[in-house]
């Protein structure tokens, strides 16, 4: 079986690692002739709307995903006339834009931060009215790892955080003076058959991920994933989906879906009984889904910047290596290590000793 994934990151590279055992090959379309994800299947490279290149993956792959969620529409929508894509170009179109993101969540009746549309200054006084301070710009496509976003905390910085993202659509958000951050990673079969990993708690550094932990039994868990399932529903969906949220208090407030494999489900990779890698591979090919049950306390430590040398790593107790391939650039994930270990104390302990061999070391 083979399966076509637009864009050849760490995360393509790691679909193609879980396939491996199941006899799935991955085939990979990317613009980088040193993608990362070369390493573990054949790279088509060039243009995401190169048809010619489109055309090689739908002949070639059983089902096309992608990695990530800036794939041209037209690209997907292209691919989608002449072989199965999953999750479907609807689930991308929505999770693209961080407006129709937050307007389906509300259709849903998924809480979310107060948001208005932004698409001039005048528009941005009106919203601040709305939403009030402190208040987060953000462009409505193509932001990530909190890139093309700005905290608007007093009317001086109104004018320069939209001089700085102007240009394209904006969303204005109310900003949350969140408890803590979570996610809920969920997988869902053509059939509708959902299964959820254990709710993940994160932690993020200037808006890029730096830690998760596994929280098996959370008391939050129960309303993420009636959350999560509305989405899937709603969206026919097929593959992974992770849906990331801030709590205040007792309530959740849905930021943003992930219509794919997602960095706060990397622990799965050996805390979980099927990883959501495999779940992914295993959904959108029609195969029976795995468990989804975390096997011990687990959690898991970015390398964003720097990688540490692996003997460090490797020296904590229950810790896992995982490292991309990747050309080191400030800013950049170039690995992460899970932990594992019978109780949940011990994970913490590895974690911070993980974080501190990477901490962050590019000063960002
Ligand atoms: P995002 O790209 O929307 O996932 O944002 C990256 C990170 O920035 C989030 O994980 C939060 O830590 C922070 N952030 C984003 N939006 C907000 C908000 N409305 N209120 C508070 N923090 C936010």
Redesign the pocket.
Same mark, same amino acid.
């Given at each position: 079986m083979i399966v076509g994934i637009i864009g050849g990151g760490q995360l393509a590279q790691m679909l193609a690692l879980a396939g491996q055992p199941l006899g799935i090959r991955c085939l990979f379309l990317d613009p980088s002739a040193d993608a990362c994800a070369r390493s573990a299947g054949e790279l088509l490279c060039g243009d995401y709307a190169d048809e010619r290149l489109l055309d090689r993956l739908a002949e070639c792959a059983h089902v096309v995903t992608y990695e990530f969620e800036n794939v041209p529409e037209a690209s997907l929508r292209y691919l989608a006339s002449r072989v199965a894509v999953h999750p479907g170009p609807g689930a991308l179109a929505v999770a693209r834009d961080r407006w129709h993101e937050k307007r389906l969540f509300a259709d849903l009746s998924i809480p979310t931060?107060p948001f208005v549309a932004v698409d001039s200054r005048a528009d941005l006084d009106r919203a601040l009215g709305v939403v009030g301070w402190p208040a +987060?710009l953000?462009t409505r496509t193509m #932001?990530?790892? #909190?890139k093309g976003?700005r905290v608007l905390r007093q009317a001086a910085d109104a004018d320069a955080a939209f001089s700085a993202l102007s240009g394209t659509p904006l969303i204005l958000? #109310?900003? +949350?003076a969140?408890d803590r951050?979570v996610s809920i990673i969920a997988v869902r079969a053509a059939s509708g058959e959902m299964r959820f990993y254990p709710l993940t708690e994160?932690v993020?550094r200037n808006?890029v991920l730096a830690q998760s932990l596994a929280r098996p039994g959370d008391p939050m868990t129960a309303r993420a994933e009636a959350y999560a399932r509305r989405l899937l529903e709603h969206l026919g969906y097929v593959g992974v989906l992770a849906v990331?949220f801030?709590q205040k208090g007792d309530d959740l407030l849905a930021?943003?879906m992930a219509p794919r494999v997602h960095n706060s489900g990397h622990w799965t990779i050996e805390g979980a009984e099927t990883s959501q890698f495999e779940n992914h591979l295993r959904a959108v090919l029609g195969l029976p889904l795995g468990a989804t049950h975390a096997v011990a306390a687990a959690g898991m430590v970015n390398f964003v910047g720097c990688l540490p040398e692996s003997p460090a790593v490797l020296a904590v107790p229950g810790a896992h290596l995982h490292v991309y391939g990747k050309e080191p650039r400030p800013g950049r994930k170039l690995g992460h290590a899970t932990a594992r270990a019978p109780r949940e104390a011990e994970v913490l302990a590895a974690l911070s000793r993980l974080r501190a061999l990477c901490d962050f070391a590019d000063g960002r």
């Amino acid at each position: 079986m083979i399966v076509g994934i637009i864009g050849g990151g760490q995360l393509a590279q790691m679909l193609a690692l879980a396939g491996q055992p199941l006899g799935i090959r991955c085939l990979f379309l990317d613009p980088s002739a040193d993608a990362c994800a070369r390493s573990a299947g054949e790279l088509l490279c060039g243009d995401y709307a190169d048809e010619r290149l489109l055309d090689r993956l739908a002949e070639c792959a059983h089902v096309v995903t992608y990695e990530f969620e800036n794939v041209p529409e037209a690209s997907l929508r292209y691919l989608a006339s002449r072989v199965a894509v999953h999750p479907g170009p609807g689930a991308l179109a929505v999770a693209r834009d961080r407006w129709h993101e937050k307007r389906l969540f509300a259709d849903l009746s998924i809480p979310t931060p107060p948001f208005v549309a932004v698409d001039s200054r005048a528009d941005l006084d009106r919203a601040l009215g709305v939403v009030g301070w402190p208040a +987060v710009l953000k462009t409505r496509t193509m #932001g990530y790892d #909190g890139k093309g976003q700005r905290v608007l905390r007093q009317a001086a910085d109104a004018d320069a955080a939209f001089s700085a993202l102007s240009g394209t659509p904006l969303i204005l958000e #109310g900003f +949350v003076a969140f408890d803590r951050e979570v996610s809920i990673i969920a997988v869902r079969a053509a059939s509708g058959e959902m299964r959820f990993y254990p709710l993940t708690e994160n932690v993020h550094r200037n808006g890029v991920l730096a830690q998760s932990l596994a929280r098996p039994g959370d008391p939050m868990t129960a309303r993420a994933e009636a959350y999560a399932r509305r989405l899937l529903e709603h969206l026919g969906y097929v593959g992974v989906l992770a849906v990331e949220f801030f709590q205040k208090g007792d309530d959740l407030l849905a930021n943003e879906m992930a219509p794919r494999v997602h960095n706060s489900g990397h622990w799965t990779i050996e805390g979980a009984e099927t990883s959501q890698f495999e779940n992914h591979l295993r959904a959108v090919l029609g195969l029976p889904l795995g468990a989804t049950h975390a096997v011990a306390a687990a959690g898991m430590v970015n390398f964003v910047g720097c990688l540490p040398e692996s003997p460090a790593v490797l020296a904590v107790p229950g810790a896992h290596l995982h490292v991309y391939g990747k050309e080191p650039r400030p800013g950049r994930k170039l690995g992460h290590a899970t932990a594992r270990a019978p109780r949940e104390a011990e994970v913490l302990a590895a974690l911070s000793r993980l974080r501190a061999l990477c901490d962050f070391a590019d000063g960002r």
